[in-house]
């Protein structure tokens, strides 16, 4: 009904559903069958996130059916789901983007361009037009129509991205004036890049086809166009930009997808490690505080006055600040006496 772009996988999983449930009555599809019915996909080879992507759509079958007027089940039965240790995380530097973005034939680089800045799908990326380019006001609406979440979403134009889209579009109106299509090759609308993205991966040692232990089958192992999208958003987040805006720019509608592309590695480690550690130095440049052994509390009869800037103890370990060691409370009585 709300005419998805992935009819054709949502067609595959109802394929797997249908041999084993097209023949039973809703009331007869029990957490039990569909514990058997996991056990055997996974028999058959089905990863865990395949399984879980047809026991979601089963779970739809079935709220739908419940919501129908009158509804046409009365229950919906548990439905297990599988734990997917297999998400991707993949993501770019700037300078693997540089490398790969100079690596890829001129048609290819608008598009990783326009992925890299913005976090959009490819899929989306694909299917822009220049009528959707406000060139006065730098910005590019992206149509409901167009958007995997059925929402409209608008992208300000700035920077290399800005210039990039500059560039092609003089380019275009040069070449292909009649072309409607941003992303495209030679006036054709471009709607994948796997050629070219995995060669352009393989010049610049970002990726390249591996053999499968014991099989003459090949498979790719390196990065992914999706990994634009991943890269977007923990970009934006280093960059300071208010998560929520993050998240309309990316066209993220959940909070749990986009804290899983927040991606950390270990110099996000290393980062958060120094910003405590310049942190507490600014703390310590604020705190005035008295010593407290006893030698100190004697050259105050003196009318000396020894302020520091942190009291340490006598293993040079920093006090609590407004907090009274437990040693130096004993000590101050002992001397009273």
């Not at 039973?24 to 996974?42: L, P, Q, V």
């Not at 992206?142 to 003089?170: E, M, N």
């Not at 890269?231 to 509608?253: D, L, Q, Y």
Request: aromatic fraction near 8%; charge should be positive.
């Amino acid at each position: 009904m709300n005419e998805r772009k992935s009819s054709r996988r949502l067609n595959d999983y109802i394929v797997h559903l249908s041999a084993s449930f097209g023949q039973m009555r809703a009331s007869a599809i029990t957490t039990d069958r569909i514990k058997a019915y996991i056990t055997k996909r996974r028999e058959a080879g089905a990863a865990n996130g395949t399984i879980n992507r047809e026991l979601g759509t089963l779970k739809r079958m079935f709220r739908l059916a419940l919501q129908h007027t009158p509804p046409k089940v009365a229950r919906v039965p548990h439905i297990p789901m599988l734990e997917e240790r297999n998400i991707r995380s993949g993501f770019l530097e700037h300078e693997d983007f540089l490398a790969l973005r100079g690596a890829l034939p001129d048609y290819a680089q608008v598009s990783v361009t326009l992925a890299y800045y913005s976090g959009m799908r490819m899929g989306e990326v694909f299917s822009l037009t220049w009528n959707q380019v406000n060139w006065k006001e730098g910005k590019l609406y992206l149509r409901a129509q167009d958007t995997k979440t059925d929402t409209p979403r608008v992208l300000y134009l700035t920077g290399d991205l800005l210039r990039v889209l500059t560039a092609w579009k003089q380019r275009c109106d040069l070449n292909w004036p009649h072309c409607l299509w941003i992303c495209h090759r030679g006036g054709i609308r471009l709607k994948s890049l796997k050629h070219s993205w995995r060669k352009a991966c393989e010049r610049v040692g970002l990726g390249k086809m591996v053999e499968v232990e014991g099989t003459k089958e090949k498979v790719w192992v390196g990065k992914i166009p999706h990994d634009f999208r991943r890269t977007a958003v923990r970009n934006m987040v280093r960059a300071g930009i208010p998560e929520k805006v993050a998240m309309a720019i990316s066209g993220h509608t959940t909070r749990s997808v986009f804290d899983r592309y927040n991606i950390v590695n270990e110099a996000d480690l290393e980062r958060a490690a120094r910003s405590m550690t310049a942190y507490f130095e600014r703390e310590k440049a604020k705190m005035v505080t008295l010593s407290v052994t006893p030698a100190e509390l004697n050259e105050q009869d003196s009318g000396e006055d020894d302020a520091e800037l942190v009291g340490m103890s006598a293993r040079n370990l920093e006090l609590a600040r407004g907090i009274e060691p437990p040693t130096c409370g004993l000590q101050n009585r002992c001397s009273a006496d």
